[in-house]
């Protein structure tokens, strides 16, 4: 179930798409539902549908899922009615998830089928020390299933139960669409409960049981942004003793830090403060990681030093390079190994060739650099000509001076040199060493 606005979020983003762990949090449930190998993983959507769908596709093959709409959000059975044609007259066991209870594991669901057996719907319930805002699980002086009642419909007395209902449910497909027919909305929120579905079944005499999780985590639901936050440090802080204590990572101080639970980190890599991972990024052995760098879906080699405050995303940086402070690397840039680019450089979509260096001031944008190549301070490869973006292309063992203008499309060949300043708007030969305003040959060539 997707469907809902969740107007306690405060808004205008639908509620599963808000993200958790750098990723919607409708994706956490789907990835999980997946994990069961299912004939069908459903999605209801309805509040902004398209975006709830396309945030699904993004992440999962569209084979792989179907989705129902939910015309108007009139309710957790409704949203399961939506699906009504898929499943109604199929002979299956339906797992009914929330969209908004994102930290629930494959193990728990496994559990709950297991229990489920021949019961006609068996409801996954919790303890929790502060019930407040779930639905409560009333058993009878058997212990069994009752009812469930919401905390809006609650009496007081109801409201003590510490028991609740995670909103995790397993069906008989044919039986819950049976008595999800009978369900009526004449309660405090004028919704349609999926929550009455249990009930109506225990009261034709069919068989509802109870698996009560025992880790409540698990089952907690997003319903305003201080949950939100709340679990996503649980998350955050999971991750980092994980990197601590299984993959050997140093973090000089771990509450600072935040990376995605799908990074992967090397053994002897250290992480100052303020760093943040995010995505799939992998980042070998024995890296440093200075303060204030962030480093989004990159793959970083071993013995790499990332000095403070850079920004690297969508990048590749090879073994034994050096980076920053304040560097800046996006579009697929890649770095070869031993290379290095220094202060407020900027590489897009540029592959700096071995042992080659940028070391201050400077823009390489669509560029190739070859091997031992030297870039002066505030060279420019101008890619962009208002239209189109061209491309830069530096040989090996070329020395780029200080302050050139590198006008795209250009090639500068293997052992040619700039002067300092030079504006170069024709392709320089392997060896030439150009000069000035636009730059030209002078002296024979450099050796
Ligand atoms: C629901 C349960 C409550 C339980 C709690 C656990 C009901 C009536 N109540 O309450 O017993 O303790 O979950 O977290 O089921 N949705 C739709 N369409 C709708 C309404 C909701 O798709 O018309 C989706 C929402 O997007 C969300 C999920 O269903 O993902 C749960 O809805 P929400 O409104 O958050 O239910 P709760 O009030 O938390
Ligand atoms: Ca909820």
């Known amino acids: 179930m997707a469907a809902g606005l969740g107007t306690r979020m405060k808004s205008n983003l639908a509620k599963v798409l808000h993200q958790l762990d750098g990723r919607p949090l409708v994706n956490h449930v789907v990835e999980t539902a997946m994990k069961l190998s299912p004939r069908e993983v459903c999605v209801v959507v309805g509040h902004q549908a398209d975006d709830v769908k396309g945030a699904v596709l993004n992440e999962f093959d569209a084979a792989k899922v179907t989705f129902a709409i939910q015309e108007k959000q009139l309710g957790t059975g409704d949203a399961v009615n939506a699906a009504r044609s898929q499943f109604e007259n199929s002979d299956s066991t339906l797992i009914v998830l929330s969209g908004d209870v994102p930290m629930i594991t494959s193990d728990t669901l496994f559990a709950l089928v297991k229990a489920h057996s021949d019961a006609a719907c068996t409801v996954l319930s919790v303890k929790l020390k502060d019930p407040t805002g779930y639905g409560r699980v009333v058993r009878d002086e058997n212990s069994s299933f009752a009812s469930i009642v919401e905390q809006k419909d609650a009496s007081d007395e109801e409201k003590q139960i510490d028991e609740i209902n995670s909103g995790i449910y397993c069906f008989d497909s044919k039986k819950l669409y049976a008595a999800l027919a009978q369900v009526k909305n004449d309660n405090a929120q004028g919704e349609y409960y999926l929550t009455d579905v249990p009930r109506i079944l225990r009261e034709q005499g069919d068989k509802v049981a109870i698996v009560l999780c025992d880790n409540r985590r698990e089952v907690e639901g997003v319903n305003d942004r201080r949950q939100l936050a709340a679990m996503e440090k649980v998350i955050r ?211």
Do not use: W
């Open 237 to 447: 802080k999971r991750t980092i003793e994980r990197l601590m204590l299984d993959s050997g990572v140093t973090f000089i101080d771990p509450k600072s830090v935040y990376v995605s639970s799908r990074a992967q980190i090397g053994r002897d890599t250290v992480i100052y403060p303020n760093v943040t991972i995010e995505g799939n990024s992998v980042i070998g052995e024995n890296c440093v990681i200075r303060a204030g760098t962030r480093i989004k879906e990159s793959k970083v080699g071993k013995r790499v030093e990332i000095r403070d405050n850079c920004l690297i995303r969508d990048s590749e940086i090879g073994d034994e390079c050096t980076v920053g402070p304040m560097a800046h690397l996006r579009g697929n840039a890649v770095m070869a190994d031993t290379s290095k680019v220094g202060n407020f450089v900027e590489l897009k979509k540029t592959n700096l060739g071995k042992n080659s260096k940028a070391n201050h001031l400077t823009y390489l944008g669509d560029a190739t650099i070859g091997e031992n190549s030297n870039i002066g301070a505030g060279t420019i490869t101008c890619n962009f000509d208002g239209v189109n973006k061209h491309e830069t292309h530096i040989g090996d063992n070329v020395k780029i001076g200080s302050d050139t203008m590198l006008v795209a499309p250009i090639t500068v060949g293997d052992g040619a040199a700039t002067g300092a300043g030079s504006v170069v708007t024709k392709d320089v030969e392997p060896g030439e060493m150009v000069f000035g305003v636009p730059a030209k040959a002078k002296a024979s060539k450099v050796d």
